[in-house]
C-alpha cells in the first residue's frame, strides 16, 4: 500500500527565507502527486499536483515543487517565505483509482 | 457556485448518541469522500463513492455508515458514538477522470470541515 512521509511536523523560517518542506512516497510506480495548504479552521486547498507532464510543477502562490523519480521524493519549495504562508501543508499520493493517501502534514511557521 | 458544503460545523455529543453529518457539492462531481483528521495522524479515508447508490470502505470504516442517495449529497452516520470519534470531519469531491482527459487524476475539492466532539 501506497504511504506518504512529510519529514518534520513543523518548520520554523524567517519571512523572506526559503521554505522546503520534504515529502517522500514509497510506491515503485510513480504515482500522482499533490501538496494542498490547510489555512486555520478551513479544509484543504490545493497548491499544486503532478501527473507526470513535467518534473517540475508550479502552484498556486509562488510554491513549486520537483519530482525526483530516483528520490522518490516531490518537496516543496518557496523562494521567499510570506507571513500569509503559514498554514498546515499536505503532501498526498494517489493509490489505486482516484484515492489519495496523506502524509501526516507539516506546520509552517513564519516568523517576522 | 458554493463548492463543497458541510453541515454541521461543529456537533458535541454524548457518548452513544447517533447523529449524520451532510456533505453537498455542486459540481456534478461523480466521486465524494469522508475524511477524518486527527492531530499528527494526517487525513484518513473513511468511507467514499463512485457514484450515486454506490459506496466503499477506505482506510477507517469501522463505526460509520455512508449514504449516497443523490448524486450531489454525501452523508456519514455515526450510529452509536464513541470518544475515539472525536475529530475533525472532512467531505470532499471530485471529477471523474473521463471528464478532463488532459488530467487523468482530478484533484479533490474539499469542504470547510465539521469539529465533532463526544464526551
Known amino acids: 500500500a501506497q504511504s506518504v512521509t512529510q519529514l518534520g511536523s513543523h518548520v520554523s523560517v524567517s519571512e523572506g527565507a526559503l521554505v522546503l518542506l520534504r515529502c517522500n512516497y514509497s510506491?515503485?510506480?510513480?504515482?500522482?502527486l499533490f501538496w494542498y495548504v490547510q489555512y486555520p479552521n478551513q479544509g484543504l486547498q490545493l497548491l499544486l499536483k503532478?501527473?507526470?507532464?513535467?518534473?517540475l510543477v508550479k502552484g498556486i502562490n509562488g510554491f513549486e515543487a520537483e519530482f525526483k523519480k530516483s528520490e522518490t521524493s516531490f518537496h516543496l519549495t518557496k523562494p521567499s517565505a510570506h507571513m500569509s504562508d503559514a498554514a498546515e501543508y499536505f503532501c498526498?499520493?494517489?493509490?489505486?483509482?482516484?484515492?489519495?493517501?496523506f502524509g501526516t502534514g507539516t506546520r509552517l511557521l513564519v516568523s517576522p | 457556485n458554493a463548492g463543497v458544503t458541510q453541515t454541521p460545523k461543529f456537533r458535541v455529543l454524548k457518548t452513544g448518541q447517533s447523529m449524520t453529518l451532510l456533505c453537498a457539492q455542486d459540481?456534478?462531481?461523480?466521486?465524494m469522500y469522508w475524511y477524518r483528521q486527527d492531530p499528527g495522524m494526517g487525513l484518513r479515508l473513511i468511507h467514499y463513492s463512485v457514484g450515486e447508490g454506490t459506496t466503499a470502505k477506505g482506510e477507517v470504516p469501522d463505526g460509520y455508515n455512508v449514504s449516497r442517495l443523490k448524486k450531489q449529497n454525501f452523508l456519514l452516520g455515526l450510529e452509536s458514538a464513541a470518544p475515539s470519534q472525536t475529530s475533525v470531519y472532512f467531505c470532499?469531491?471530485?471529477?471523474?477522470?473521463?471528464?478532463?482527459?488532459?488530467?487523468?487524476?482530478?484533484?479533490?475539492?474539499f469542504g470547510p470541515g465539521t469539529r465533532l466532539t463526544v464526551l
Open positions: 510506491s515503485s510506480v510513480p504515482p500522482y
Open positions: 498526498a499520493a494517489s493509490e489505486g483509482f482516484q484515492k489519495l493517501v
Open positions: 459540481m456534478n462531481h461523480e466521486y
Open positions: 503532478y501527473t507526470s507532464a513535467a518534473t
Open positions: 470532499a469531491s471530485s471529477h471523474y477522470p473521463g471528464d478532463q482527459p488532459r488530467s487523468p487524476y482530478n484533484e479533490q475539492f
